[in-house]
């Protein structure tokens, strides 16, 4: 039997606010245990919680850019539960009135192939504290559970798509489409590794053609492109062989464990909470008008999608360069600021995608974290753009600012003496030198059938350059050779 | 001591007549020697009170006193107090020292009256008896065989003995009303949203509003002054501006458009108490006011909405008690579901328990709409009935318990218990602001008349309070027990 996927898709993006959702309390990552958890974050008896602003007007932004109904009225409910990480025994979130309505995503796949994947809805919430399980005990040795409670609080905004994907790799796009987006506007720094993006992937199967779908399992929790790769195509796997061997899937909460690569069960639907959701009476309804959400609007910058069009239609690359380059705003901006250094879209495209790109996959870095800059990298090319290096000398170049050993293009020529030489006197003297030092070579051309001497003459240009140590201009070497060779006819 | 009020004690220490070391001083004795009867207070903070007695008077003497720089009272103990056990009458929070101030408890520090101490109460102030504490029940000064009502007990008892001029409570259902009509004292519970509620253990958060308690509306009006404001820390709090109360207690109340919700009058309702509030009703007609009966046709499902709302809202507030953090936590738990079992098993009392059952009950999933909403939904009609009211009334009067001070022990089922509540609990799930003024006594038990105003008219309530209290003497009556402390 044919199989057909389906994949839905509820992330949960930090979002980047200076302090917590409810409370003034810092959101830095990686400070001490409980040191950023203040009165609010701990739940203490008779704290209040305030909503923090700028998490309204990220909610509100990322809408907008994913072109989603704004509601005029949102309210904040209580999702109860008790948890050693949940403070105050519930997490105050948006159950019946998110703050995001219906929208829209345009995702690209790898094939280039577009797909709309429409989102349901986005809603804000606080996150939970960490529960540590690792390296505690108390005095007698017995095993402690420790709680940070530094994350408590932290806002929230979780975005839950409709059930519109259908294999693994569209499940991915869309993700790698939402960290674009939330990026783009700057509400989150979009790190996986620190958790600022986590996803939870709902996953059916259903025979091909068939309407209804099938019933889903929940994976939790999975924080990297990888992992809901991998753990879609386990789940998929298990579904099926579930179903043909003429079981059931039933529906519940599994867990991807990325070491053994699988998928496992942590609750049924049975189990699951009642988590008795109300509005929460601490917090009044968010109510905005349409004044402040066109103020936003206007002030939305380029988003994925625009910015993909403009580099095709405005700078002439590729749809493929183009949305490689447009996919991430640390890509985008690389990008752009290496073109505005060079004054020149194609070169800028080559070598970011090129050369930068493979460094970077080499090493395992984000563009981010670069070790040559857009500005250094830009002033490279010109230097190729100016006659200045040739692009071979110019790999050298970009291979020394990697490994810092200078801090500009100019600088590393100069210290290398990479210096392109185009004074023809010179390189007529190194051409005559090596003719000289070639008898048998030149005897090979000059008898040579006159269509192959074109092939033979790179053995000249190789020893000029080489006596040049890389510095001639290969164009000129070629010409003059050329020229030299043929007289000797 | 006992005929002080907080306007009185303002006047002796602004003329210099009296220091607040001595009045703190004189205070503390009068407690020390009640306390053993009485139990109207947890805690009693007479350090620092003394060090906030000579700070005031310091600052009097440098000429930067405020109108209650000085003066002593004391606060119920649900309102967080910095360094200070803050317990909400429970074994939950016996070992809780506040981290932090109350804005109320910071607002009165800025204006520096002195607190002697903590409340008792009833247990996360649930109850209408003060019965249900754990540090014990509370006795009625003016009959030590009755409750003090609840579940502000403590600070009602405590000013009616004398051992305050005023004191800060909680209302949530009747809370700072019934006690206050119990002890024959003064009680505004607010309009929801006027006094913060950061820092006030919450019971039920959609309902819950602090008020003072003291001998006269005159007191309560100054207190008011220094507690009602918007506050940034508490989102339900109202920004708006704080009226001059003291200033409008002398206004005229010729014209005063009185209503009397005939369910108000219905069964159940003593005779006697009944007929104090007619007779104070008559009074206001002296006073030039007129009178005409109203309705408020859903006053019957109050009750019934009520009981499902605050349990609801209490169960999720405090699921916070699980003995992890802060409060309670039981011996050598064997997991996590252990430790919360045990912990709240062990620190919870009958009556919270029962209120985390309810609540718990009526939000689950099959049961919400019909419970949960539907109460919602009485709700809005409760607060359109009063709308209505007042549309052609200015003010609402009638008693504000059924009864006088009931037993001690008297009230051993619950359902009885909550019906005590009936003629406060719709005021609080409308949100608009009442005062219990003392009307009569029936068998040497004090009977009180509930005011009802329109949202934020609390400066009219006062005023129409203090009028009352000016062609009355109800609030100068004394319980033989205050006089006896000396």
């Known amino acids: 039997m044919q199989w057909e996927t389906v994949i839905g898709l509820e992330v949960h993006v930090q979002l980047a ?61 209580r999702k109860n539960y008790f948890y050693a990480d949940l403070p105050k025994g519930y997490q105050t979130s948006q159950m019946y009135h998110p703050i995001v309505g219906p929208g829209l995503l345009d995702v690209t796949l790898d094939d280039g192939a577009a797909k709309r994947i429409r989102i349901h809805h986005a809603h804000l919430e606080e996150d939970a504290g960490k529960s540590l399980h690792e390296s505690l005990s108390d005095d007698s040795g017995r095993e402690m559970t420790g709680v940070d409670l530094n994350r408590a609080g932290t806002p929230l905004l979780e975005i839950v798509s409709e059930p519109d994907m259908r294999s693994a790799k569209e499940a991915t796009a869309y993700l790698r489409a939402i960290h674009a987006i939330v990026t783009y506007l700057g509400i989150s720094d979009g790190n996986m590794a620190e958790g600022s993006m986590r996803c939870d992937v709902n996953v059916s199967v259903r025979p091909k053609g068939q309407d209804a779908f099938g019933t889903r399992a929940e994976i939790k929790n999975v924080n990297s492109f990888r992992f809901v790769e991998r753990a879609v195509a386990f789940e998929v796997e298990r579904q099926i062989e579930l179903i043909e061997d003429g079981g059931t899937v039933v529906q519940e909460t599994r867990l991807y464990d990325p070491d053994r690569d699988e998928t496992r069960s942590m609750r049924t639907k049975e189990e699951a909470n009642d988590y008795r959701y109300f509005p929460c009476p601490d917090l009044l309804p968010i109510v905005l008008d349409q004044a402040y959400i066109d103020t936003l609007r206007d002030g939305l910058p380029e988003l994925p999608d625009a910015k993909r069009g403009r580099f095709e239609s405005q700078l002439g690359l590729s749809a493929y360069d183009a949305g490689v380059l447009a996919s991430s705003r640390e890509m985008a901006d690389y990008f752009e600021e290496v073109m505005h250094v060079c004054d020149d879209a194609k070169q800028a495209a080559n070598w970011v995608q090129g050369e930068l790109s493979a460094a970077l996959k080499r090493e395992h870095l984000e563009i981010s974290a670069s070790p040559v800059s857009a500005r250094q990298l830009g002033e490279l090319i010109g230097r190729v753009k100016d006659d200045t290096i040739s692009g071979k000398a110019a790999k050298q170049v970009f291979q020394a600012l990697w490994d810092g050993q200078g801090e500009s293009a100019d600088e590393i020529i100069e210290a290398k003496g990479l210096k392109q030489v185009t004074d023809s006197g010179a390189i007529e003297a190194m051409i005559d030198d090596v003719i000289a030092q070639s008898p048998k070579q030149v005897t090979q051309y000059v008898e040579a059938e006159p269509d192959k001497r074109g092939k033979m003459i790179g053995y000249f240009v190789g020893q000029v350059m080489k006596a040049s140590r890389g510095t001639a201009n290969p164009q000129q070497v070629n010409q003059l050779l050329k020229e030299k060779l043929d007289a000797q006819l | ?294 309705s408020l046709p859903h006053t019957r499902y109050a009750t019934s909405a009520y009981y499902v709302i605050a349990p609801a809202e209490a169960s999720s507030n405090l699921s916070r008690f699980d003995g992890v953090r802060f409060g309670h936590r039981c011996d050598t738990p064997d997991d996590l579901l252990d430790l919360y079992q045990r912990s709240r098993a062990e620190g919870f009392g009958d009556e919270v328990k029962r209120r985390i059952l309810i609540g718990t009950h009526t939000l689950s999933e099959g049961f919400f709409d019909a419970y949960y909403t539907k109460a919602q939904r009485v709700r809005r009609l409760i607060r359109q009935d009063f709308l209505d009211a007042y549309n052609e009334v200015d003010v609402l009067m009638g008693p504000t318990s059924p009864t006088p001070a009931f037993n001690l022990g008297a009230q051993k089922d619950p359902l009885s218990m909550y019906l005590q509540d009936i003629y406060t609990i719709a005021v609080n799930l409308a949100g608009i602001p009442a005062i219990s003024v003392p009307a009569g006594l029936s068998n040497g038990r004090p009977v009180g008349l509930q005011i009802l105003g329109s949202h934020f008219a609390e400066a009219q309530l006062l005023n129409v309070a203090h009028r009352f209290q000016q062609a009355t003497d109800w609030h100068q009556q004394r319980p033989a027990f205050a006089k006896e402390i000396v």
């Not at chain 2, 259902?173 to 509620?197: D, M």
């Not at chain 2, 253990?201 to 100054?222: F, K, N």
């Not at chain 2, 001059?244 to 003593?270: N, S, T």
Request: one cysteine or more; glycine letters at 10%; a negative charge.
């Open chain 2, 1 to 294: 001591m006992s005929d002080h009020t907080v306007t009185s004690l303002a006047a002796a220490l602004k003329n210099g007549d009296a220091s607040s070391r001595e009045l703190t001083s004189d205070y503390l004795k009068r407690i020390e020697r009640a306390e053993p009867t009485l139990n109207s207070f947890i805690s009693v903070t007479a350090e620092q009170a003394l060090a906030g007695a000579d700070a005031a008077d310091k600052a009097r003497a440098e000429g930067r006193g405020g109108y209650l720089t000085g003066v002593p009272l004391a606060l119920k103990d649900n309102f967080c107090t910095q360094g200070v056990k803050t317990t909400c009458g429970s074994k939950m929070l016996d070992n809780f020292i506040a981290p932090y101030s109350a804005t109320l408890v910071e607002k009165l520090d800025a204006a520096g009256s002195i607190s002697l101490g903590k409340t008792n109460m009833d247990e996360f102030a649930m109850g209408s008896s003060s019965e249900s504490s754990f540090y014990g029940a509370i006795k009625n000064p003016w009959d030590l065989s009755a409750v003090p009502g609840g579940s502000s007990g403590g600070s009602a008892a405590a000013v009616a003995a004398g051992l305050v001029p005023a004191a800060m409570g909680t209302d949530t259902g009747g809370s700072i009303r019934q006690p206050a009509a119990f002890c024959g004292i003064t009680g505004l519970k607010p309009t929801y949203g006027r006094v913060s509620r950061y820092g006030i253990i919450a019971y039920a958060s959609s309902l819950d509003q602090a008020g003072p308690m003291a001998r006269t509306a005159e007191d309560c009006a100054h207190l008011m002054t220094a507690i009602a404001g918007h506050d940034a820390r508490d989102s339900t709090s109202a920004d708006r501006a704080v009226p001059d109360y003291a200033g409008e207690l002398d206004a005229p109340l010729a014209g005063l458009k009185i209503g009397l919700p005939q369910e108000y009058f219905g069964d159940g309702l003593d005779p006697e108490v009944e007929s104090a509030v007619r007779d104070a009703v008559k009074v206001f007609e002296a006073l030039g006011a007129t009178v005409r009966d109203v």
């Open chain 1, 17 to 77: 606010t200076r302090s917590k959702i409810f409370s003034g309390a810092s959101t830095a990552f990686g400070a001490d245990a409980n040191t950023q958890a203040c009165a609010v974050d701990l739940g203490m008896p008779g704290t209040l919680p305030v909503v923090n602003e700028q998490a309204v007007s990220m909610a509100v932004q990322f809408g907008l850019g994913v072109n989603a109904e704004i509601a005029k009225t949102s309210v904040f409910d």
